[in-house]
């Protein structure tokens, strides 16, 4: 496995999701994590995955295009533009200005992998849920459930009677993390944030954490 080049990555990713990359490596688990503690690594995985995912890109991919882009790199829409055991970022071709990101995180109680495999640096995100029991078996997996919009808000900030909310789940630092979306009649609504919520990965599972703005961007 080659390990992931900033340069490379940094023309594939706006530079926000290339620092969520880069910087959620180190706490994938609990602890140090290897590839070979329960030989699951990310291209492994990914040979094991639906393409369902990219059905919420314009490009799309094929399982033709998916055995093409594991053993040559590149197809005609999307290349392999970062790497390591543990993650697998695929750019858009030819601009690359759409990314899908596949991360596992390794369960060290039961020796089982969950895969997280979603859209990145959308503004309407897609994730997908994956594990790999000890059989081997690939089974799709339920999200945290969303947390309520409200967790978002200052104390005692209130949205507008006519705007309405929804939560996504989306690939996040350190594992996932919830990014609320507000709707009028007329569209979206920038509403101010207070707090960010983040689902972190414990070694055993997703643990959620409600982080002032101002913290989570230091």
């Known amino acids: 496995m080659?390990?992931?080049?900033?340069?490379?990555?940094?023309?594939?990713?706006?530079?926000?999701?290339?620092?969520?990359?880069?910087?959620?490596?180190?706490?994938?688990?609990?602890?140090?994590?290897?590839?070979?503690d329960n030989g699951?690594?990310?291209?492994?995985?990914?040979?094991?995955l639906p393409t369902s995912i990219f059905e919420t890109t314009a490009e799309g991919l094929s399982e033709a295009e998916k055995?093409?882009?594991?053993?040559?790199?590149?197809?005609?829409?999307?290349?392999?533009?970062?790497?390591?055991?543990?993650?697998?970022v695929f750019a858009s071709l030819p601009f690359r200005d759409r990314a899908v990101g596949l991360r596992l995180f390794r369960n060290t109680a039961d020796g089982s992998t969950d895969a997280a495999v979603g859209t990145l640096g959308e503004p309407i995100c897609t994730v997908e849920l994956w594990r790999q029991d000890t059989s081997g078996r690939m089974v799709p997996i339920d999200t945290p459930p969303e947390p309520d919009a409200r967790e978002?808000?200052?104390?005692?900030?209130k949205l507008p009677a006519n705007v309405m909310p929804t939560v996504l789940i989306c690939l996040g630092l350190g594992g996932l993390k919830a990014e609320p979306v507000f709707w009028s009649s007329k569209g979206k609504v920038d509403v101010p944030l207070a707090n960010e919520v983040s689902y972190q990965w414990t070694g055993q599972g997703f643990e959620k954490r409600v982080t002032p703005r101002e913290r989570a961007q230091r």
């Open 40 to 48: 699951a690594t990310a291209r492994g995985l990914f040979t094991m």
């Open 2 to 36: 080659r390990p992931i080049a900033l340069s490379t990555l940094c023309r594939a990713l706006a530079c926000p999701v290339l620092l969520v990359l880069i910087m959620a490596l180190p706490l994938m688990g609990a602890g140090p994590v290897r590839a070979e």
């Open 67 to 88: 055995q093409q882009l594991l053993t040559e790199g590149r197809t005609e829409f999307w290349e392999i533009s970062g790497e390591t055991p543990d993650v697998l």
């Open 152 to 157: 978002f808000l200052a104390k005692g900030q």
